[in-house]
């Protein structure tokens, strides 16, 4: 299997994926392979095709562990949407899979492994999945030992990624990291991928596009954004596109956007929209839009 097909399966946008290819030397195969949101066994087999022996190896101990028995106790979380969720303890793993068969392909799920060791119950394991198939984990013996390459298969490992993105300030993303997160339309603010979002309350928001944890509070989104972001003309939302025409090509109007950011976002690092636009007319700046 060729790098190629593997990179464009891996992410949405083919101006992504080609842009990858173009930059092979820029970036770890076998961390873009790890971080995606495709299943564990399918990423061992990649990862020991393209040589990344250490990282196949750890993950295959993480599927290994779910099969192991005795004094274990299995908590099961499962998301319909970043607030709604329900838990389920189950004595075996078999169970669990019986569950997690009956569940919708739009859930994700947590599975934590708890186990007693020396009249402790402990939380040894933590599985993440998309839709019914596990695509992350957490070993938390091997996290409190900084072991690298366990780590690199867990969510909170997944803030940052680093890899080469196509797109310039002032484009208009699509961003599809679904089940975990809503999709969310962005502008693009900075050459180094800070974006500009809308939360549920219509409120502004910046982050990075390699982050993981965006798109507002609440959410659970645990997939660099970048493997689900794509180049779009238009959206449903008339302030975004009103932001895009404002400061496309003109990268210090970006920065005046990330200035006003910077200085009069709140606690929550949120923006109303309608304090952005009475600071850019009082000094001088206006945009089409209306509110």
């Given at each position: 299997?060729?790098?190629?097909?593997?990179?464009?399966?891996?992410?949405?946008?083919?101006?992504?994926?080609?842009?990858?290819?173009?930059?092979?030397?820029?970036?770890?195969?076998?961390?873009?392979?790890?971080?995606?949101?495709?299943?564990?066994?399918?990423?061992?087999?990649?990862?020991?095709?393209?040589?990344?022996?250490?990282?196949?190896?750890?993950?295959?101990?993480?599927?290994?562990?779910?099969?192991?028995?005795?004094?274990?106790?299995?908590?099961?979380?499962?998301?319909?949407?970043?607030?709604?969720?329900?838990?389920?303890?189950?004595?075996?793993?078999?169970?669990?899979?019986?569950?997690?068969?009956?569940?919708?392909?739009?859930?994700?799920?947590?599975?934590?492994?708890?186990?007693?060791?020396?009249?402790?119950?402990?939380?040894?394991?933590?599985?993440?999945?998309?839709?019914?198939?596990?695509?992350?984990?957490?070993?938390?013996?091997?996290?409190?030992?900084?072991?690298?390459a366990s780590l690199l298969f867990?969510?909170?490992?997944?803030?940052?990624?680093?890899?080469?993105?196509?797109?310039?300030?002032?484009?208009?993303?699509?961003?599809?990291?679904?089940?975990?997160?809503?999709?969310?339309?962005?502008?693009?603010?900075?050459?180094?991928?800070?974006?500009?979002?809308?939360?549920?309350?219509?409120?502004?928001?910046?982050?990075h596009l390699e982050s993981?944890?965006?798109?507002?509070?609440?959410?659970?989104?645990?997939?660099?954004?970048?493997?689900?972001?794509?180049?779009?003309?238009?959206?449903?939302?008339?302030?975004?596109?009103?932001?895009?025409?404002?400061?496309?090509?003109?990268?210090?109007?970006?920065?005046?956007?990330?200035?006003?950011?910077?200085?009069?976002?709140?606690?929550?690092?949120?923006?109303?929209?309608?304090?952005?636009?009475?600071?850019?007319?009082?000094?001088?700046?206006?945009?089409?839009?209306?509110?």
């Amino acid at each position: 299997m060729d790098q190629a097909f593997v990179i464009f399966e891996l992410v949405k946008s083919a101006q992504v994926g080609g842009h990858l290819l173009r930059n092979l030397d820029c970036f770890d195969m076998g961390q873009f392979i790890a971080k995606a949101s495709i299943t564990l066994q399918w990423k061992i087999d990649l990862l020991k095709e393209f040589g990344f022996l250490q990282y196949a190896q750890s993950a295959e101990a993480a599927m290994r562990s779910l099969q192991e028995s005795g004094g274990r106790q299995y908590l099961l979380r499962s998301y319909l949407s970043a607030w709604e969720f329900e838990s389920t303890e189950f004595a075996d793993y078999e169970e669990v899979e019986r569950q997690l068969a009956k569940m919708p392909f739009r859930a994700w799920h947590m599975l934590e492994v708890w186990e007693d060791r020396n009249g402790q119950r402990l939380k040894t394991w933590s599985f993440y999945s998309v839709g019914q198939y596990w695509a992350y984990f957490t070993h938390w013996e091997a996290v409190s030992n900084g072991d690298t390459a366990s780590l690199l298969f867990a969510p909170n490992n997944m803030r940052t990624v680093d890899l080469p993105a196509p797109f310039q300030v002032g484009e208009l993303l699509k961003i599809d990291c679904t089940p975990f997160a809503p999709v969310k339309n962005a502008v693009v603010l900075s050459e180094d991928m800070q974006i500009l979002f809308l939360d549920a309350h219509g409120d502004l928001c910046i982050d990075h596009l390699e982050s993981g944890c965006i798109f507002g509070t609440g959410n659970r989104n645990i997939v660099p954004p970048l493997y689900g972001a794509d180049l779009v003309k238009h959206t449903n939302d008339d302030f975004l596109e009103d932001l895009r025409n404002y400061i496309v090509g003109n990268a210090n109007r970006a920065e005046s956007i990330l200035h006003y950011f910077r200085e009069y976002s709140d606690d929550s690092d949120r923006l109303e929209r309608t304090k952005l636009l009475w600071l850019m007319k009082e000094n001088g700046e206006n945009m089409s839009y209306r509110f």
